[in-house]
């Protein structure tokens, strides 16, 4: 377990994009035709729920909020901040 939370935290900030893109690659046509389908259908499941797991973890950070990672950009009326420029 603890070689797997290690993998987990080397991977942060990036298993959504790695699950995603396994999970995307068994669905090109070169996987599937030199993956048996009922290895392929396995192989789908398990990347989709690690990506699916992955991007909970994500929303359960707040990463998908303008509270995390994004701390004083909120502004009440954004044409009114002197630092904006307003092109015409």
Known sequence: ???LKSIWRWLNGNKTIITGSIW???QLTFAQKHIPPDTLEVLRWGAGILTMASGYHHFSKGYFTTKVGNQGQIMDYP???PKLKVSK
């Open 79 to 81: 044409l009114k901040d």
């Open 1 to 3: 377990m603890k070689v």
């Open 24 to 26: 995307g690659f068994f």
